[in-house]
């Protein structure tokens, strides 16, 4: 039964990886693709770095097995925050 269930889920996640490919296909076709706002990822990357942390934190202090579980958090925050400060020059006023 579980083995159907995973077989099931992979293949909605790759009928939706090629309908989402697709689409960006078309879209960079026509010339109808945006760049992206990088003041977003930059607003995005503080706010998940202190969720992160604070996350890791409390997990930490409880003893929880849940300590991994902010690691990707912070460093999705890093990662965007980086984005963001490296392309400040393209940031969109919103």
């Not at 760049?35 to 942390?53: D, K, L, Q």
């Given at each position: 039964?579980?083995?159907?269930?995973?077989?099931?889920?992979?293949g909605?996640?790759v009928?939706?990886?090629?309908?989402?490919?697709?689409?960006?296909?078309?879209?960079?076709?026509?010339?109808m693709?945006?760049?992206?706002n990088?003041?977003?990822f930059?607003?995005?990357?503080?706010?998940?770095i202190?969720?992160?942390?604070?996350?890791?934190?409390?997990?930490?202090s409880?003893?929880a097995?849940?300590?991994p579980?902010?690691l990707?958090?912070l460093?999705l925050?890093?990662?965007?925050?980086?984005?963001?400060?490296?392309n400040r020059d393209?940031?969109k006023?919103?």
């Amino acid at each position: 039964m579980t083995v159907w269930l995973l077989i099931s889920a992979m293949g909605i996640l790759v009928a939706l990886g090629l309908l989402v490919a697709l689409v960006v296909w078309r879209k960079r076709k026509a010339g109808m693709v945006e760049e992206p706002n990088y003041r977003a990822f930059f607003i995005m990357g503080i706010a998940f770095i202190p969720v992160g942390f604070i996350w890791m934190t409390i997990a930490f202090s409880i003893n929880a097995s849940l300590f991994p579980t902010g690691l990707p958090l912070l460093s999705l925050g890093i990662i965007y925050l980086s984005i963001g400060l490296g392309n400040r020059d393209k940031w969109k006023k919103s």
